[in-house]
């Protein structure tokens, strides 16, 4: 009861401190807010993205065109001897008729109709490779490579490598502005308490005079920063969730590919928000009571 009690008295004195100096608090709180604003685009931006790795590294495969004139055995023969091969999850053999319905239904999906202009296309029969980890398609190429079989060999490992690129590119960036501003929200709000403590500075001596300790007179001052984060969590994540319905559509056609923009990821998303937010503004707080406390006695 006594405990429940001191808590009582820690958050309201936090609340009412946080009102006595709103402008700073309020200021803090808004870079908070900025500050975990940026987090989310970040966290949703690398969750896109790698959500588009994930999908391209399922589809990631080997195509191996074939020879013309081919015999049925010595295709066979080439399939079981692919098959065998470490990283081959399965090999599919791709006819020249089936490569061609591919192609007309890939002019479809567009609104366009293939015209051949009366000419007799024939396309290459190919063998389609899938991997059992998109890593090992190189050992999986240069394996088959040397198949007098095959004319030549194609992978997606460029494709792959060009977005493991973006993706580190936007981590490094997004890491970096995020440091920046959580310097920015730490600096504030160490300012904040210091000026809170400074314009207490009289109450702090009654108490210490009157027997207070140190933890009873330190918690109401953490506290009150601690209020920034959680304000700021709270309206960032009520922001995200406002816009999350328009996100979805947004992250499909920028990555052109499926995403995990889920309800599980917003609620992944909100507590990794609430989290920093509290963190920061928790750390920021200790910092400056444990720094200026002294100094107002």
Aim: charged share 15%; glycine share 8%; with cysteine.
């Amino acid at each position: 009861m006594r405990f429940l009690r001191f808590i009582y008295f820690a958050v309201v004195r936090a609340w009412q401190g946080f009102w006595r100096n709103a402008m700073m608090s309020l200021a803090a709180t808004a870079t908070v807010v900025l500050m975990l604003v940026l987090l989310s685009g970040l966290f949703i931006v690398i969750g896109g993205l790698n959500s588009g790795l994930a999908f391209i590294e399922s589809k990631v495969g080997v195509t191996a065109m074939l020879r013309d004139g081919l015999t049925n055995e010595q295709r066979n023969i080439l399939i079981a001897d692919a098959e065998k091969v470490r990283g081959v999850a399965s090999v599919t053999y791709v006819s020249p008729e089936e490569a061609m319905n591919r192609l007309r239904q890939a002019y479809a999906d567009r609104g366009l109709n293939l015209n051949t202009g009366g000419a007799n296309i024939t396309l290459q029969s190919s063998l389609e490779i899938a991997l059992t980890d998109a890593k090992l398609g190189t050992s999986v190429s240069d394996a088959l490579a040397t198949r007098p079989e095959i004319e030549r060999i194609t992978t997606q490992r460029d494709l792959l490598e060009k977005l493991l690129g973006i993706i580190g590119a936007i981590r490094a960036v997004g890491i970096a502005a995020l440091l920046l501003v959580g310097l920015t929200v730490m600096f504030m709000i160490v300012n904040m308490i210091r000026i809170a403590v400074y314009s207490r500075s009289g109450e702090i001596e009654i108490m210490r005079l009157v027997g207070a300790s140190d933890s009873f007179i330190r918690w109401p001052f953490i506290i009150e920063g601690v209020l920034c984060g959680l304000i700021g969590s709270v309206i960032t994540i009520i922001l995200v969730a406002l816009v999350w319905d328009p996100i979805q559509p947004i992250m499909v056609t920028v990555f052109q590919m499926p995403t995990a923009v889920s309800r599980d990821f917003l609620a992944t998303l909100s507590a990794v928000v609430l989290g920093v937010g509290l963190s920061v503004a928790g750390l920021g707080s200790w910092i400056s009571v444990r720094s200026n406390l002294s100094s107002a006695s």
